[in-house]
């Protein structure tokens, strides 16, 4: 090992993770063999490399060494002038290391250096689901070379060849089947952002297919990214229509800028959950685990968390938009830490944000709000108080959170199994997302946890019974849902699966006792034909969980059939390790429902051959008009031949 490399594991901070310190070494000799063949060696000091790097709390190391981006140039102290004499060298030497593009990577992927969710987009690599989307210039130069964010203009050829009727029905269809859950932004300025990004194209000169970075462009490509993909699964042209929505993800995350003018700290977060719920639906094109964190970080440091005093004197629009920015950001937060088995951002004590108005925006003002208005958002507050009980079950199995003073544990699975019920009451509709989300919630209370690594033959029975439910639940779904998130879904499905198989492991008596072999083989075969489902659908990394299912599932099936409790050459120690290693995904695994990453060739964005769209699949693929009138708000979300009676609203408009 050579000198540098000595200094940099002396200099090291131990907050800066092992695996970065080695890569450095790595490239640091690299970099001292070709400075050494060109004569320019004299002396490297690690310290100054790992000056301004990030520790695991996100602040610089301390040190006197120069920092690796240049900071904003400040008045210098007045005094005697400095003897650069014996700098001149080293800082020549900087400068040669800086400029060497490995390193500028592996820098750049852990060390933002401007808009924070451009970095988490575009650099994030980390963690479970890596980006392959590069916000402002071309991704493909920005993966060569350390990026530039002062282009003036970025491309818009893909939204530009979309007829403006698609354009506005897209965004209609959004409004109207994902908005009632899913209300972070303020309806009636969509709809101006919408009429000013059409002008912009219509004023385009026939030949000019770029614009300038825009916070409107931004907000309407993410919108009509995730509309591209309702209903697709119906059309029979769901792979076209993905990778349409990916291409126009792609183009549209490039005005994600320090050009675009975001004009607020609550539209910054607007943007990161409009970012989100598109990764969440396609998660190889963005990081669902740091997004997830990122939004609910900006919600604290804005204490949106905490209802704002009457002191701030904030409008009632600027409160609600508050309040429903923060409570999408806790469904996610609550819905990803639960299929991760990772800590809550924030612990519900510490919250006392009311909940939003459930009115339609147009009743809903800086000056007041009319309780009169028709109510189309009651189906984000009934997600707000399925993920408040899902918070709970998760603080109480895996955060260690007490018990009432003087419950039992049976005590406890009673309330919240009369909680879980009265939830599915109140919004009892007969659908089967509805019907997956009772047996998920039952699933969650029952499965075993480090606070029950073993739980009672009868919640190893409700467990079992819960987890078969929801895979039959989801199947269709799968198959054939309107508005589908295959990051939750295959965690679900992976979850349901290793809680079936604990279940059928520890609970075998109890279990067939009550159903017969055939019961149990066509109960537990749907999460191989769910796993199996979701890798055809583009997640070919699902199917190795289809083969590690089958395989401890066989053992298992085996003893049902022959009526005799699992033995241990069949289901022995190797088994049971590798079936709690996926019960409980420890932090350091990474590797779970990864996504691989996919590469493109070339220096632009990829090829797509806009004639293979059948725009009538956008406008009318749901059994309605493209009309403002033909679309439904109601819980109809996940059911596009759902008909409403009375008045058709598009929200935010007459």
């Known amino acids: 090992m050579s000198s540098s490399e000595d200094q940099i594991s002396k200099d090291a901070d131990p907050n800066i993770p092992r695996s970065i310190v080695q890569h450095l070494e790595s490239e640091i000799a690299k970099v001292e063999s070709e400075l050494a063949r060109n004569g320019h060696l004299d002396e490297l000091n690690a310290s100054d490399i790992l000056a301004g790097m990030p520790t695991d709390e996100g602040l610089p190391i301390e040190e006197t060494g120069v920092p690796i981006f240049d900071p904003p140039k400040v008045d210098e102290p007045s005094g005697p002038p400095l003897d650069l004499s014996t700098t001149a060298v080293k800082d020549t030497v900087r400068d040669e290391v800086m400029s060497c593009g490995e390193l500028q ?22 963690s479970l689901t890596p980006s392959t989307a590069i916000a402002s210039g071309s991704p493909w130069e920005a993966r060569r070379k350390s990026i530039s964010r002062g282009i003036p203009e970025v491309s818009c050829t893909m939204l530009k060849s979309i007829p403006t009727p698609i354009v506005r029905s897209l965004i209609k269809k959004y409004m109207t089947r994902v908005y009632p859950i899913f209300p972070v932004l303020h309806a009636p300025s969509l709809w101006q952002q919408l009429e000013r990004v059409v002008k912009t194209l219509q004023d ?27 209903g697709s699964a119906r059309t029979g042209h769901e792979t076209k229509h993905m990778v349409f929505s990916s291409t126009l993800f792609e183009e549209g995350i490039q005005h994600l800028s320090d050009k675009a003018k975001i004009p607020s700290d609550l539209a910054g977060i607007q943007v990161t959950l409009m970012v989100l719920q598109y990764a969440s639906i396609n998660p190889r094109l963005a990081n669902v685990w740091m997004l997830t964190g990122a939004a609910m970080r900006a919600c604290l440091e804005l204490g949106l968390h905490r209802e704002a005093p009457e002191a701030l004197n904030f409008d009632q629009l600027t409160l609600d938009l508050r309040r429903r920015i923060f409570w999408a950001t806790y469904n996610f937060d609550r819905a990803i830490c639960s299929a991760l088995q990772r800590p809550l951002s924030i612990p519900d004590q510490t919250i006392d944000a009311h909940f939003p108005s459930i009115l339609d925006d147009r009743h809903i003002h800086p000056n007041g709000i009319d309780a009169t208005g028709a109510e189309t958002k009651l189906h984000s507050l009934r997600w707000i108080h399925f993920r408040r009980l899902q918070s709970a079950m998760v603080e109480v199995h895996f955060q260690g959170k007490p018990l009432e003073q ?103 008596d109890t279990i067939s006792a009550r159903f017969s072999a055939q019961q149990i083989f066509e109960m537990t075969k749907v999460f191989t034909a769910n796993f199996l489902a979701l890798a055809a659908q583009g997640w070919n990394e699902v199917s190795n969980y289809a083969g590690v299912y089958e395989r401890l599932l066989g053992p298992l099936l085996e003893s049902i059939f022959s009526n005799r409790p699992p033995s241990l050459s069949s289901f022995g120690p190797a088994q049971d390790a590798e079936l ?31 004639g293979t769209l059948n725009w009538e699949d956008f406008s009318v693929s749901d059994g309605r008009s493209a009309s403002a009138e033909g679309f439904v708000a109601g819980w109809d979300l996940f059911d596009p031949n759902a008909v409403v009676s009375g008045h058709d609203l598009v929200f935010g408009m007459a």
């Open 406 to 508: 003087g419950q039992s544990w049976e005590d406890w699975l009673v309330y919240m199994e009369r909680r879980l019920q009265a939830w599915y009451e109140d919004y009892n509709d007969g659908h089967e997302l509805t019907e997956f989300t009772l047996a998920h919630g039952l699933m969650n209370l029952h499965r075993p946890s480090p606070r029950i690594p073993m739980p009672a033959q009868r919640s190893l029975m409700v467990a079992f019974e819960a987890a078969c439910s929801s895979a039959k639940s989801l199947r269709d779904h799968i198959l054939s849902g309107f508005y589908r998130r295959s990051w939750l879904i295959a965690h679900h499905v992976l979850e349901n699966s290793m809680v079936v198989l604990f279940c059928l492991r520890h609970g075998f």
């Open 105 to 126: 990577a592996m820098i750049f992927a852990i060390l933002p250096t401007g808009p924070g969710i451009t970095d988490l987009i575009a650099r994030v690599r980390m």
């Open 580 to 610: 709690l290693r996926l019960l409980y995904p420890g932090p350091a695994q990474l590797d779970k429902l990864r996504f691989g990453s996919r590469s493109f060739d070339g220096d632009g964005l990829p090829s797509f051959d806009m």
């Open 204 to 230: 385009l000169p026939p030949n000019h297919r770029s614009v300038p970075p825009s916070f409107d462009f931004l907000i309407i490509y993410l919108m009509l990214s995730t509309s591209a993909t309702l």
